[in-house]
């Protein structure tokens, strides 16, 4: 049993104060107990949590608040029964919506509900969310990123599809509508995903269970106490006139605060004689609601007690949708000055108008929903006109941010980013011609991109260039940046042909035009519409005919565009136009050109089989990348494509240890969140040729899940070329060696059907891999009767060159233990690829030590496989070592390989 079953209800609400770091004082004068009798509390909460102090305590305290859970700094009061109904309908359906009116306190009673229940729990904040914004703020809040083309929602999806979590969705009435869609696709794809709503509205989900709040019965005079008495200890209470107060008040959490917080000037019959005057509606009430018009009440009651500036700072303040700092405030209104506008937020924070918040070591403050409705009321109804103001200072703002990005944390830019959309979005006719309009776009942009937001980056960019025509080609070349990030070469190709039509000279086109060939022939895997090879030229001669010769920078992108398009095949550039590439590249000093020209050279010298300097090419750029900027696209682009090459290099190669390597930095340098799906075909090489075959089985499912999903979900187009079908290969190969037939076969018709073809030979991509998990299969299982014909695929002359070694060294191998006549013969034949890469050469002597029985051959082969980190081929050489074999074996049985 959990500990904290066995807590009492007066521990409970003394666990609530020690994690608010309440000392014992404060908490005998909050729980009107003696500080003898607090003491034994705390005591016996050490007791039953088995924690040896009071840090501890408040730690773990903290951690029942669950992940991304608000901690509220006073108790949690009343409820009880509120509270088991919420759990109880929550053990019987998997969305339950808390309902009641504004003020009603549902979100505190949702965030103890959630603390107190054994799982995951994470808080999504919808009050700053406007329409079309509900995705993005679930996806943040569960730290995943969006994966274009495919929407914020569709990653949300893929996060809890598998994850037993608890979404609190708080605040869902201003969005209800799309809160109620992406709900529903939750409880459809995620079945062990439970959601608790609240909201002043049923959201109209099928499977919905609504819990209505109330207002407080009797707690509610235990509430004003505690809070009065947390402003003024010594404050008398008369029952009957707390009763008579909070009963005016109908028994609202939030009017109960708002007026105990002036108890402390006005004492209780005070407050209740004021009360009394002003029981009346206030203009702007909303709804038909009388318990929401009695805390209008009470909000225009307070307002009444502000003098003329803190009243005009007030109505201001409802510019603000997100948190704001004293220098915001200060932009909003700068007659006042920051030290009078210090003291106004202070004294408003005092009458609890103003939420007082420290983020790090950061002070901010916030508007309660229900306040801020009534400030923006009192804005509109002033006729004041500060938009141009906010729209400035929301420029300035990201301006500023924008200069000092390589050093900025995330939580910076998140406390004003909803702030920083919503003036965008209230940027109108007006405001359009604008230079703050134009700078806040493309700053926002440059930002939501190196947070991750991707889609609400390329679209920010796209927005940019309309509101200044004359920087629109570069703003919707940086668009296509974008969306190369993703690999969506699709979208960044039209982008780039927009870039192009926009570009204010004949010379300017030139650029994007060469800019869009080299798109489509890098991504094509993307592509769900073929732009032909005729095409290409004809974009390639207009860009060479605009270009402006002494422009290295054209000279450049020219360069690579000829590269690409010269090659004899897709992805084949020729290899001496991409030398020349290169040396252009490197005249301009641009970093995503340098690391681009570099890609196409790297993919020319492996296709012509010289694959350890296309390696060590792959080495060069990873070095480049180093001190490359993580928030300029285009370099992220080539970041992105980078991790992959190298990767894929490295294997080529037969550098294990250097692809395991890549692969961690590129887990820890994922800027824009590429789909796991997308990242399985290469852990899945990896952990296949290592030996660690439990891992590359368990990124089987995930990458066949993905490719199955490639031609419904727009986000997964990358995986519809047929790349993924040696990763598929080698998922075969895996189950082959572990003596599992029915799987090996799936697997390898698995890998034909991603290849799009009947025979393997048929396909660039699989007709190597394919070969050698045949050849490798039957190397270890001893099935040796289609030997000959394995073996002379295996060492076919192979167009594409990345699988080439491996093939060719399975294939000696395996005319060697099957004894056919011609074994030396196929063995000097696998002797130049071999040369090529470090997993070869060590299969070479181990088939050449089989041969002649050399055991010297075999302990230098077992040396080479330990420094590969190869732990099956390693196995397998010690069983040929008389006095190692038992190693072998034992090593084979971990791994659950056939023996």
């Known amino acids: 049993m959990d500990w904290r079953e066995s807590i009492s209800a007066r521990e409970g609400e003394v666990l609530s104060a020690i ?3 309440q000392s014992n004082a404060q908490i005998a004068a909050r729980l009107h107990l003696s500080v003898r009798t607090v003491e034994s509390h705390v005591a016996s909460l050490l007791r039953k949590a088995g924690v040896p102090d009071r840090r501890t305590l408040a730690a773990l305290a903290e951690e ?3 992940a991304g859970l608000p901690v509220f700094p006073t108790s949690f009061i009343g409820r009880e029964s509120e509270r088991a109904a919420v759990v109880g309908a929550l053990d019987g359906s998997r969305l339950v919506n808390l309902v009641g009116a504004g003020g009603m306190g549902k979100t505190r009673l949702a965030v103890e509900v959630a603390a107190g229940l054994d799982r995951d729990a994470v808080f999504v904040d919808l009050v ?18 969006e994966r274009p083309p495919g929407t914020p929602a569709d990653a949300v999806i ?13 605040n869902c009435e201003q969005v209800s509508a799309e809160v109620g869609e992406l709900v529903a696709r939750i409880l459809r794809s995620c079945p062990r995903a439970t959601i608790l709503a609240t909201s002043r509205e049923r959201l109209a989900v099928p499977g919905e269970r609504l819990v209505q709040l109330p207002p407080l019965g009797a707690e509610a005079e235990r509430l004003f106490v505690d809070r009065a008495r947390a402003t003024d200890p010594d404050l008398v209470t008369e029952p009957a006139a707390v009763t008579r107060l909070c009963a005016g008040l109908d028994g609202m959490p939030l009017a109960i605060e708002l007026v105990a917080a002036r108890a402390a000037s006005l004492g209780v019959d005070g407050a209740q004689a004021a009360l009394d005057d002003l029981l009346r509606l206030i203009s702007g009430g909303r709804g038909p609601d009388q318990r ?5 009440d009470v909000i225009g009651w307070s307002l009444e007690l502000l003098d003329d500036e803190e009243r005009l700072l007030f109505r201001r303040l409802g510019m603000f949708v997100g948190g704001f700092d004293l220098e915001a ?16 937020v202070g004294r408003l924070a005092d009458r609890s108008l103003v939420v007082h918040r420290r983020v790090g070591t950061t002070t901010r403050w916030s508007l309660l929903e229900t306040v801020r409705a009534v400030a923006v009321h009192e804005l509109t109804a002033s006729g004041e006109d500060i938009g141009p103001r906010y729209v400035r200072w929301a420029a300035d703002t990201a301006v500023q941010m924008e200069a000092r990005i390589e050093q900025l944390v995330p939580a910076e830019f998140d406390a004003v980013a909803d702030d920083l959309r919503n003036a965008l979005a209230q940027v109108g006719p007006r405001l359009r011609e604008a230079p703050t309009a134009y700078q806040l776009a493309k700053s926002l942009a440059r930002l939501s991109f190196w947070r991750g937001h991707v889609v609400a980056a390329r679209d920010l960019y796209c927005a940019a260039a309309d509101l200044d025509p004359a920087s629109a080609a570069e703003d919707l070349a940086t668009a296509a940046s974008v969306a190369l990030a993703t690999a969506d070469g699709e979208t960044g190709f039209r982008l780039l042909l927009q870039a192009a039509d926009a570009a204010g000279s004949e010379t300017a086109r030139a650029v994007p035009l060469a800019a869009a060939v080299v798109a489509v022939t890098r991504f094509s895997m993307s592509f769900t519409d073929v732009v032909s090879h005729e095409r290409l030229v004809e974009l390639l001669a ?22 690409w398009v010269s090659g004899q095949t897709p992805l084949d550039p020729d290899l001496d136009l991409s030398r020349a590439a290169v040396a252009a590249a490197r005249r301009t000093g641009d970093d995503a050109l340098v690391l681009g020209a570099l890609d196409a050279l790297g993919t020319a010298l492996a296709n012509a089989g010289q694959l350890r300097q296309a390696h060590r090419l792959s080495d060069e750029r990873l070095r480049l990348a180093v001190t490359a900027s993580r928030s300029d696209p285009a370099v992220v682009a080539e970041l992105i494509d980078l991790f992959h090459v190298a990767s894929t290099s490295a294997l080529a190669a037969g550098d294990l240890p250097a692809a395991a390597a890549i692969a961690e930095q590129a887990s820890r340098q994922d800027s824009v969140g590429i789909h796991p799906a997308i990242i399985a075909p290469r852990l899945i090489r990896l952990h296949g040729l290592s030996g660690d075959f439990d891992r590359a089985l368990a990124q089987a499912d995930v990458l066949w899940e993905g490719w199955l999903s490639s031609g419904a979900v727009s986000e997964l187009t990358s995986l519809r070329g047929d790349w993924p079908s040696s990763a598929v290969s080698v998922v075969a190969m895996v189950y082959g060696v572990r003596g599992d037939g029915p799987q090996f076969e799936e697997w390898r018709s698995r890998a034909l059907r991603v290849a799009r073809v009947e025979d393997a030979a048929d396909s660039l991509a699989l007709a190597a891999p394919a070969a050698f998990a045949d050849a490798r299969v039957a190397v270890h299982t001893g099935r040796y009767d289609d030997a000959p014909r394995l073996v002379a695929a295996a060492l076919a002359a192979f167009p594409q060159k990345w699988w080439l070694p491996y093939a060719h060294a399975a294939g000696a191998e395996l005319a060697v233990v099957a004894g056919l006549p011609d074994a030396a013969e196929r063995l000097a034949e696998a002797g130049p690829a071999a040369a090529e890469n470090d997993w070869a050469a060590a299969c070479l002597a181990r088939a050449a030590a089989r041969r002649t029985g050399d055991l010297e051959l075999l302990a230098e082969s077992v040396a080479q496989w ?4 190869a732990r099956f081929e390693r196995a397998v050489t010690l069983q040929l070592i008389p006095f190692r074999a038992d190693e072998g074996a034992a090593e084979l049985a971990a791994l659950k390989a056939s023996q």
């Open 19 to 21: 994690r608010g770091h």
């Open 64 to 66: 029942r608040a669950g």
């Open 128 to 145: 700053p969310v406007r329409a079309g914004g509900v995705g993005q703020a679930v996806a943040q809040a569960l730290g995943v990123v």
């Open 158 to 170: 893929d996060q809890l599809r598998t994850q037993h979590s608890l979404l609190v969705l708080d």
């Open 292 to 296: 929401h018009h009695s805390l209008q």
């Open 329 to 344: 405030v200060a932009a909003l209104s700068p007659e006042l000055g920051v030290g009078a506008v210090a003291d106004l």
């Open 542 to 563: 207009e860009a060479s005919a605009l270009a402006d010769p002494a422009d290295p920078r054209s000279a450049a992108v020219l360069a690579m565009a000829r590269a």
């Open 866 to 869: 330990e420094r590969l980190g």
